[in-house]
């Protein structure tokens, strides 16, 4: 299976600090995504960075690649309440099916 | 332009029962694919549809079926329900096949007594 593994599985930091998370997956990939997904409702589609690229940016997000090690990070800076939800990496298996990790539930504090 | 749309938010079955859940995806996207979320399972794919044609299936059992129609509005269907079918059912769309990122509906709460 190529799903990803995210780390940690939970996450609690205060307003303002960075927030980090990792996912490792197992075989050759094109491009890795990252989603948000807020309590109960659907995901939203935060970046994509494709195999040919090691670090793309999206306002306060940092997402690297490193397909030697087969491990993405995403980095949220400046982190704000509205940023508590769960993260999940996905990466296209076969075709077009979409294969996510667990998630990692991250936690704004006041 | 609206999202991906599913009807209904909720829902409460028991079991033995079926189910039919639908989405409307965004306009012009032709493709719609489906996804079972679960606390244990997390998330998981079900089945991709593209112009009414069934592209992709994941690995659940033949209670599971969808179709789309010829306006790439989709449904899938649960036929004899069980406990361990209760779960956010999640519809995403994309104009083709081939684009990587997919488009979230907010997904349908089922809850199997």
């Known amino acids: 299976s190529q799903q990803g593994e995210e780390d940690p599985q939970a996450l609690s930091i205060q307003e303002g600090e960075n927030a980090t998370m990792n996912c490792s997956y197992k075989t050759s990939i094109n491009n890795l995504q990252w989603y948000r997904q807020n309590s109960g409702r659907g995901l939203v589609h935060l970046i994509l960075i494709r195999s040919n690229e090691r670090e793309k940016h999206s306002g306060r997000l940092r997402v690297t690649l490193d397909t030697s090690k087969k491990s993405s990070s995403l980095l949220i800076t400046a982190s704000r309440a509205a940023d508590t939800a769960s993260y999940f990496c996905a990466i296209l298996q076969g075709a077009q099916k979409l294969v996510f990790g667990q998630g990692t539930r991250l936690t704004i504090n006041p | 332009k609206a999202g991906v749309t599913q009807t209904p938010r909720y829902l409460i079955k028991t079991r033995g029962q079926q189910v039919t859940l639908s989405c409307s995806p965004i306009?012009?996207?032709?493709?719609v694919s489906w996804y079972q979320q679960t606390p244990g399972q997390g998330l998981q794919f079900l089945f991709e549809?593209?112009?009414?044609?069934?592209?992709n299936k994941g690995n659940f059992p033949g209670r599971f079926s969808g179709r789309q129609f010829s306006n790439s509005r989709s449904e899938m269907n649960v036929s004899t329900l069980e406990l361990g079918d209760s779960a956010l059912y999640l519809c995403?769309?994309?104009?083709?096949?081939?684009?990587?990122?997919?488009?979230f509906g907010p997904g349908t709460r089922l809850t199997v007594l």
């Open positions: 306009s012009g996207h032709r493709s």
């Open positions: 549809y593209f112009s009414e044609t069934q592209r």
């Open positions: 995403a769309s994309k104009r083709v096949v081939v684009e990587p990122e997919e488009y």
